[in-house]
């Protein structure tokens, strides 16, 4: 049975962490949003006769399972799919990267609409302007470092954040690389100067037999100015 994964159909956003794992797995799977229209997203987050509703999306079925929040998707589903290190521990570490990463898109997503998420950026642009210059100048650097200690901080020094093969915590790692070199090409290109084991990983994650065809393939929804990672000029110091 395919997972059914329910999120919006023309962005990236917080869907493509879970879009990623399960690309790498090559495990089967429906992209709702993406073949039915947002409509039928919709529908699901209103459905009435499941008491377990998911605040917003992304969220994943898995027969009767309904599972919300990208963290939690993933630390329900890796797993299942072959994306998740062995043992409680390293998989309570996976789980607490994918939270810091999450953190570190909410706060990305934030340089836009600092005051008001319903308003256009257009309202707020004076808002965010110095939002985004405090998130370039210290979050960005801080998030890629400690990024780069836990890669440095690895057992056997595989270069991946968690033992001796890829997993979801390296997926989402790449794709928090990619979406801030496209909203802060500047601030990002800097940073990753201090963070080689990460530029490093970011690089082999791209290259992955699997990750690769995804990322040419149709399904990789092409960034733009309508999900969390958007690029403003003005916002990366220029």
Do not use: C
């Amino acid at each position: 049975m395919a997972y059914e994964l329910y999120y919006w159909p023309d962005i990236q956003g917080r869907g493509e962490f879970v879009r990623l794992a399960l690309e790498q797995a090559g495990a089967p799977y429906v992209d709702v949003g993406r073949e039915q229209g947002a409509e039928s997203v919709i529908r699901a987050l209103k459905e009435a006769s499941h008491t377990r509703l998911s605040f917003a999306a992304p969220f994943l079925k898995d027969g009767d399972l309904v599972v919300g929040q990208t963290a939690a998707i993933l630390f329900y589903l890796a797993p299942r799919i072959g994306v998740a290190p062995e043992g409680e521990a390293d998989r309570l570490w996976a789980h607490q990267i994918q939270l810091t990463i999450a953190d570190l898109v909410a706060e990305a997503h934030d340089t836009h609409h600092p005051i008001d998420f319903m308003q256009y950026y257009e309202d707020q642009k004076p808002e965010a302007a110095r939002r985004a210059k405090f998130f370039r100048e210290a979050r960005i650097p801080k998030f890629l470092r400690w990024l780069e200690d836990a890669i440095a901080g690895g057992e056997g020094g595989s270069g991946w954040l968690i033992g001796e093969t890829p997993t979801y915590a390296d997926l989402s790692a790449f794709q928090a690389v990619d979406g801030l070199a496209y909203a802060f090409p500047k601030a990002t290109a800097h940073a990753l100067e201090e963070t080689p084991r990460l530029t490093a990983l970011a690089d082999r994650v791209r290259d992955l037999p699997n990750i690769a065809a995804y990322l040419k393939s149709p399904r990789r929804i092409p960034r733009n100015n309508e999900g969390i990672f958007r690029h403003y000029p003005e916002l990366d110091g220029g």
